[in-house]
C-alpha cells in the first residue's frame, strides 16, 4: 500500500514538471561516488559535488615533495591552450583537449586506450573569445560525457571511446559554443554554454545521462517581454531591462561553474557578463541592473525552478562574468555550522553566500587596487560603483582593474579544510573601456558596444615596458573568514595554472612561463618544481593506484591572455601540449623542447592615410586584436600579422580576410561585417605597426 502511494505520488511528479531522468547509475561511476569518492579516484572535474579540488592523499607531503619525478607524459595532438583537468576511475585518467577531443589512457603507464575526435568545423573559433579550448569530461555509469565547442553534449562508452549519442544543445547556426566541463546530478548531465559576446540568450540545461534528451531548461535572461517568459522569475529580471534588449540575446550565458548540491537539492551555477558590455547599447530605454547577468543563480535540481540569485555586478559593463568555480562547504561562522557557498569571480570580490537561500554572508576584495567599486555594502552585498567607471556615462575612457580578464576566471582554485584557506591564481590586468556611441550591431566576431583602440600601445619603449610590468598575477592564499589573504606568491605574468590542494600540506599550481610547483598549504614555502616547456593554464588533480600516489597535469599554454594580449603586453611560451604525470621517485625527463625561431620584420613601406590608419586602428582592435594580439602583435597561437606574407598584397589580404579563403583553418571571412575599404583600412593600420616595430628594432 505505501509502495503504491508512492508510485502514485512520483506520477504526479511527473506529470507536474514534464519529463524526468532514466533511472539512476547502478553499475560503474554511480551517484553515490560522485557524492562521496573512492579514496584515489578523481571523478569529476572539481574532484567531487561540492568542487573544492581538495584530496585527501597525502602519500606524497611536505616532507618528500622534493623526490618527485616525471613517471610519464603523453603529447597532444592540438597545439591550442589546454584548460582541462583529467578525471581518474578504475585506473584510467580521461581528459579532453584541445578542439574538444577526449582520450582515454591507462592512468599507471601513460598507455592510450582510446582517443576520440568530435570534428569540430575549425571555422567555429571566431564564436570564441578564448581560444579551442575546453575544460574537462564528466562520468557516469559506463559513460563519458564532453560538451564540443559546436555545442554538442556527445556521450561515449567509457571503456571504448565509441558514441552513445551525439545531440545538438544550442540553436542551428547560434553563436554560442561549449568549453567548459558537463556535470552529473542525479542521472542528468548539466550544461550550459559561452556566447556572450557574440548576441546569445544564455541558458543552462539538464539532458538525461542515457538518451541525451533534455529534462530542463533554465533562461538566465529574459526573452521578448511581449511574448510570455519561461517562468515567474524571467518576469521579475524582464524589468531589470529596458527597450529592445532582447534583440541582442542579453549574455548571462553559464559557460563554466557548475555545481550540484546533494544536501540543499540545488543545482548552482554563475552566470556571464550582460550583451552587449555597453549597457547603453543594451538597456536603449534607461538603465537596469540586467538580471541575472554577472550573477550566482540556484535552481532546483529536478525541475531547474529558480530557487534563488545573488547578482555580484549589477548592470555589468566591465565583462565582469560569474561564472568562475563555486565551492559549496559546511564552515563554522560565529559559532554557527552554515552550508555556503565560496566564490572569487571576474569583479576582484570573494563572496560567501549562504548555499540555502543566496543571502549574502561576507564580501571582502582579494586582490588589491579595484577601482571600479569602492566596497560592497556589508549588508546586502551591493558593490558601491566608482561613477568614473560608468564609460558610457561619462562619455570618457576608463582604465579599470580588475579588466575583462578578471581578477580571478576560470583557472579553478581549491579549498583546503585542512588550512581553511582558499588558493586562488589571480590576474592583475588593468583595462581600457571606452563606450562607443557609434556602434551598430554586426554579424561576425566580438560584439561589445565599446571601443578599445584608445588603449593601443604606443610605439614608444618605456610605455611598452611600464604596460607590461602592469600585467602580473599570484597566488592567494585567502581566508574566507577573516575575508584576507593568508599568504601569496606573486607571479611576473597573469593567468597561470588553476590550483590542487592536498593533505599533504601542499598546493600544486602551474606558471605561465612554464614551470609545475609545489607550495606548502600553510605558508606557501616552495618546496619543489617542474620546468613544463611550455606555460601551464590547466588544474593538477591527484589519483591513487595500488598504494601509490600521483598528480597529472595537462600542460599546453594558449586561452584568453596568449591570444588576446599578445607579446606587446606579456612574456609569452610557445604552445607544447602534453599531459604529464608525476610520482614520488621517477625520474623521467622531457624530450628536448624545439629551438625558438626569432623572425626579422620586413614590412611592405607605409602608404596608407591618416584617416584609412585611424580607421584601420579600430576596427582592429574591436575585432581583430581578441585573436591577433593587441596593437597587432601577436602570442604564440594565432599568426602574428606584421608578419604576414599578404601583408603587402592588397588582393591577396582580401581574399582572407573579406572573402575568407582561409576558414576552414579557423579564420573566417568578415565580409558580412566589414566592406573592402574597411579590411583594406586594417592592412594599413597593421603595415603602419610593423614599420613602427621595425624602426624600434622589434621582431
Ligand atoms: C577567432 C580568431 C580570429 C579572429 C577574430 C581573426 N582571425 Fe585572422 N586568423 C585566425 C587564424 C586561426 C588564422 C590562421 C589560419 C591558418 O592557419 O590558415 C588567421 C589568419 C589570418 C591571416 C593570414 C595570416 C598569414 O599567415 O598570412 C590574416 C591576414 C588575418 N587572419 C587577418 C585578420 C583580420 C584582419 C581580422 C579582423 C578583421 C582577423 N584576422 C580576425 C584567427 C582569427
Given at each position: 500500500?505505501r509502495l503504491?502511494?508512492?508510485?502514485?505520488a512520483?506520477l504526479?511528479t511527473?506529470?507536474a514538471?514534464?519529463?524526468s531522468?532514466?533511472?539512476p547509475a547502478?553499475?560503474g561511476?554511480?551517484?553515490?561516488m560522485?557524492a562521496?569518492?573512492?579514496?584515489?579516484?578523481?571523478?569529476?572535474?572539481?574532484?567531487d559535488?561540492t568542487?573544492?579540488?581538495?584530496s585527501g592523499l597525502?602519500k606524497?607531503?611536505?616532507k618528500?615533495v622534493?623526490?618527485?619525478?616525471?613517471?610519464?607524459s603523453?603529447?597532444m595532438d592540438t597545439?591550442r591552450g589546454?584548460?582541462?583537468t583529467?578525471?581518474?576511475h578504475?585506473?584510467?585518467l580521461?581528459?579532453?583537449?584541445?578542439?574538444?577531443?577526449?582520450?582515454?589512457?591507462?592512468?599507471?603507464?601513460g598507455?592510450?586506450k582510446?582517443?576520440?575526435?568530435?570534428k569540430?568545423?575549425?571555422?567555429k573559433?571566431?564564436?570564441?573569445?578564448c581560444?579551442?579550448?575546453n575544460?574537462?569530461?564528466?562520468?557516469?555509469?559506463?559513460?563519458?560525457?564532453?560538451?564540443t565547442l559546436?555545442?554538442?553534449?556527445v556521450a561515449l562508452?567509457?571503456k571504448?571511446?565509441k558514441v552513445v549519442?551525439?545531440?545538438?544543445?544550442i540553436p542551428?547556426?547560434s553563436h554560442?559554443?561549449?568549453?567548459?566541463?558537463?556535470?552529473?546530478?542525479?542521472?542528468m548531465?548539466l550544461?550550459g554554454q559561452a556566447?556572450?559576446e557574440?548576441?546569445?540568450?544564455?541558458?543552462v540545461?539538464?539532458y538525461d545521462?542515457?538518451?541525451g534528451?533534455?529534462?530542463?531548461?533554465f533562461?538566465?535572461?529574459p526573452?521578448?517581454p511581449?511574448?510570455?517568459?519561461?517562468?515567474?522569475?524571467?518576469?521579475?529580471?524582464?524589468?531589470?531591462?529596458s527597450g529592445?534588449?532582447?534583440k541582442?540575446g542579453?549574455?548571462g550565458?553559464?559557460?563554466?561553474?557548475i555545481?550540484?548540491?546533494?544536501?540543499?537539492?540545488?543545482?548552482i551555477?554563475?552566470?556571464?557578463?550582460?550583451e552587449p558590455w555597453?549597457?547603453?547599447?543594451?538597456?536603449?530605454?534607461?538603465?537596469g541592473?540586467?538580471?541575472?547577468?554577472?550573477s550566482?543563480v540556484?535552481?532546483?535540481a529536478?525541475?531547474?525552478e529558480?530557487a534563488?540569485?545573488?547578482?555580484e555586478?549589477?548592470e555589468?559593463?566591465?565583462?565582469?562574468?560569474s561564472t568562475?568555480q563555486l565551492?559549496?562547504r559546511?564552515v563554522?561562522?560565529?559559532?554557527?555550522?552554515?552550508?555556503v557557498v565560496?566564490h572569487a569571480?571576474?569583479?576582484?570580490?570573494f563572496?560567501?553566500?549562504d548555499a540555502k537561500?543566496g543571502k549574502?554572508?561576507?564580501?571582502n576584495?582579494f586582490?588589491?587596487?579595484?577601482?571600479?567599486?569602492?566596497?560592497?555594502?556589508?549588508?546586502t552585498?551591493a558593490p558601491?560603483?566608482?561613477?568614473e567607471?560608468k564609460?558610457?556615462?561619462?562619455g570618457?575612457?576608463f582604465v579599470?582593474?580588475?579588466g575583462?580578464?578578471?581578477?580571478h576566471?576560470?583557472?579553478?582554485?581549491?579549498?583546503?579544510p585542512k588550512?581553511?584557506l582558499v588558493?586562488?591564481?589571480?590576474n592583475y590586468?588593468?583595462q581600457?573601456y571606452?563606450?562607443?556611441p557609434?556602434?551598430?550591431?554586426?554579424?561576425t566576431?566580438f560584439?561589445?558596444?565599446?571601443d578599445?583602440s584608445g588603449g593601443?600601445i604606443p610605439?614608444?619603449?618605456?610605455i611598452r615596458a611600464?604596460?607590461?610590468a602592469?600585467?602580473k598575477g599570484?597566488?592567494?592564499a585567502?581566508?574566507p573568514l577573516?575575508?584576507k589573504?593568508?599568504?601569496s606568491?606573486?607571479h611576473?605574468?597573469p593567468t597561470n595554472?588553476?590550483?590542487l590542494s592536498?593533505?599533504g600540506?601542499?598546493?600544486?599550481?602551474?606558471?605561465?612561463?612554464?614551470?609545475?610547483?609545489a607550495?606548502t598549504a600553510?605558508t606557501?614555502?616552495q618546496?619543489w618544481s617542474?620546468?613544463?616547456q611550455?606555460?601551464?593554464?590547466?588544474?593538477?588533480m591527484?589519483?591513487m593506484i595500488d598504494?601509490?600516489?600521483?598528480i597529472a597535469?595537462l600542460?599546453?599554454?594558449g586561452?584568453?591572455?596568449?591570444?588576446?594580449?599578445?607579446k606587446l603586453?606579456?612574456t609569452?611560451?610557445?604552445?607544447?601540449?602534453r599531459?604529464m604525470?608525476f610520482k614520488l621517485?621517477?625520474k623521467?625527463?622531457?624530450?628536448a623542447?624545439?629551438?625558438s625561431?626569432k623572425?626579422?620584420?620586413?614590412?611592405?613601406?607605409?602608404?596608407g592615410?591618416g584617416?584609412?590608419?585611424a580607421?584601420?586602428?579600430?576596427?582592429?582592435?574591436?575585432?581583430?586584436s581578441?585573436?591577433?594580439?593587441a596593437s597587432?602583435?601577436?602570442?604564440s597561437l594565432?599568426?602574428d600579422?606584421?608578419?604576414?606574407?599578404v601583408l603587402g598584397n592588397?588582393e591577396?589580404?582580401?581574399?582572407i580576410?573579406?572573402?575568407?579563403?582561409?576558414?576552414?583553418?579557423g579564420m573566417?571571412a568578415w565580409k558580412?561585417?566589414f566592406n573592402?575599404d574597411?579590411?583594406e583600412a586594417?592592412?594599413h593600420y597593421v603595415?603602419?605597426r610593423?614599420?613602427?616595430?621595425?624602426?624600434?628594432g622589434?621582431?
Amino acid at each position: 500500500m505505501r509502495l503504491k502511494l508512492l508510485a502514485a505520488a512520483a506520477l504526479l511528479t511527473l506529470a507536474a514538471c514534464g519529463k524526468s531522468p532514466s533511472p539512476p547509475a547502478t553499475e560503474g561511476v554511480t551517484d553515490a561516488m560522485l557524492a562521496n569518492p573512492p579514496e584515489g579516484e578523481w571523478l569529476t572535474v572539481a574532484g567531487d559535488h561540492t568542487e573544492t579540488r581538495f584530496s585527501g592523499l597525502d602519500k606524497i607531503n611536505d616532507k618528500n615533495v622534493g623526490e618527485l619525478g616525471l613517471a610519464w607524459s603523453a603529447d597532444m595532438d592540438t597545439a591550442r591552450g589546454q584548460e582541462a583537468t583529467p578525471l581518474m576511475h578504475d585506473g584510467v585518467l580521461y581528459v579532453t583537449t584541445a578542439w574538444s577531443m577526449v582520450k582515454a589512457y591507462d592512468a599507471r603507464t601513460g598507455a592510450l586506450k582510446w582517443s576520440y575526435d568530435p570534428k569540430v568545423p575549425r571555422a567555429k573559433l571566431v564564436d570564441v573569445c578564448c581560444d579551442a579550448v575546453n575544460r574537462g569530461v564528466a562520468l557516469y555509469g559506463d559513460k563519458v560525457y564532453v560538451g564540443t565547442l559546436d555545442g554538442r553534449l556527445v556521450a561515449l562508452e567509457q571503456k571504448t571511446g565509441k558514441v552513445v549519442f551525439d545531440k545538438p544543445t544550442i540553436p542551428k547556426d547560434s553563436h554560442m559554443a561549449i568549453t567548459g566541463a558537463p556535470r552529473i546530478a542525479k542521472g542528468m548531465v548539466l550544461i550550459g554554454q559561452a556566447g556572450a559576446e557574440y548576441f546569445s540568450r544564455g541558458y543552462v540545461a539538464a539532458y538525461d545521462a542515457q538518451t541525451g534528451d533534455e529534462i530542463w531548461k533554465f533562461y538566465t535572461v529574459p526573452g521578448d517581454p511581449s511574448k510570455p517568459q519561461e517562468g515567474k522569475h524571467l518576469e521579475a529580471a524582464a524589468k531589470t531591462w529596458s527597450g529592445d534588449f532582447w534583440k541582442r540575446g542579453g549574455g548571462g550565458n553559464v559557460w563554466d561553474s557548475i555545481t550540484y548540491d546533494p544536501v540543499t537539492n540545488l543545482v548552482i551555477f554563475g552566470t556571464a557578463n550582460a550583451e552587449p558590455w555597453n549597457p547603453a547599447h543594451r538597456n536603449t530605454d534607461g538603465a537596469g541592473d540586467s538580471l541575472y547577468t554577472a550573477s550566482v543563480v540556484a535552481v532546483n535540481a529536478d525541475t531547474g525552478e529558480y530557487a534563488w540569485h545573488f547578482q555580484e555586478t549589477p548592470e555589468d559593463r566591465w565583462d565582469f562574468d560569474s561564472t568562475q568555480q563555486l565551492i559549496v562547504r559546511d564552515v563554522t561562522i560565529g559559532g554557527q555550522q552554515r552550508r555556503v557557498v565560496m566564490h572569487a569571480p571576474k569583479n576582484g570580490f570573494f563572496y560567501t553566500l549562504d548555499a540555502k537561500t543566496g543571502k549574502f554572508i561576507s564580501g571582502n576584495p582579494f586582490v588589491e587596487g579595484i577601482n571600479w567599486a569602492s566596497g560592497l555594502d556589508p549588508v546586502t552585498g551591493a558593490p558601491k560603483i566608482n561613477p568614473e567607471a560608468k564609460y558610457e556615462v561619462t562619455g570618457k575612457p576608463f582604465v579599470g582593474f580588475p579588466g575583462a580578464v578578471g581578477a580571478h576566471s576560470w583557472t579553478p582554485m581549491s579549498f583546503s579544510p585542512k588550512t581553511g584557506l582558499v588558493y586562488i591564481p589571480v590576474n592583475y590586468t588593468p583595462q581600457f573601456y571606452m563606450g562607443d556611441p557609434d556602434w551598430k550591431p554586426g554579424t561576425t566576431g566580438f560584439q561589445l558596444g565599446i571601443d578599445v583602440s584608445g588603449g593601443d600601445i604606443p610605439a614608444d619603449k618605456a610605455i611598452r615596458a611600464a604596460t607590461k610590468a602592469a600585467m602580473k598575477g599570484a597566488l592567494v592564499a585567502f581566508d574566507p573568514l577573516t575575508g584576507k589573504a593568508r599568504w601569496s606568491v606573486p607571479h611576473s605574468t597573469p593567468t597561470n595554472g588553476g590550483t590542487l590542494s592536498t593533505a599533504g600540506n601542499l598546493v600544486f599550481q602551474g606558471t605561465a612561463l612554464g614551470e609545475f610547483r609545489a607550495y606548502t598549504a600553510d605558508t606557501g614555502k616552495q618546496l619543489w618544481s617542474f620546468g613544463t616547456q611550455s606555460g601551464v593554464l590547466a588544474a593538477p588533480m591527484t589519483y591513487m593506484i595500488d598504494g601509490e600516489q600521483y598528480i597529472a597535469v595537462l600542460v599546453g599554454w594558449g586561452g584568453v591572455w596568449d591570444v588576446s594580449a599578445g607579446k606587446l603586453v606579456s612574456t609569452m611560451t610557445p604552445n607544447i601540449s602534453r599531459l604529464m604525470v608525476f610520482k614520488l621517485g621517477a625520474k623521467g625527463v622531457l624530450p628536448a623542447a624545439p629551438p625558438s625561431a626569432k623572425r626579422v620584420l620586413d614590412p611592405p613601406p607605409l602608404t596608407g592615410k591618416g584617416e584609412q590608419i585611424a580607421l584601420g586602428g579600430k576596427l582592429y582592435a574591436n575585432s581583430c586584436s581578441v585573436c591577433h594580439g593587441a596593437s597587432a602583435v601577436a602570442g604564440s597561437l594565432n599568426p602574428d600579422l606584421r608578419h604576414s606574407a599578404v601583408l603587402g598584397n592588397a588582393e591577396a589580404w582580401k581574399k582572407i580576410v573579406h572573402d575568407g579563403a582561409l576558414s576552414a583553418n579557423g579564420m573566417v571571412a568578415w565580409k558580412d561585417q566589414f566592406n573592402p575599404d574597411q579590411v583594406e583600412a586594417i592592412r594599413h593600420y597593421v603595415i603602419k605597426r610593423a614599420n613602427e616595430d621595425k624602426a624600434l628594432g622589434e621582431h
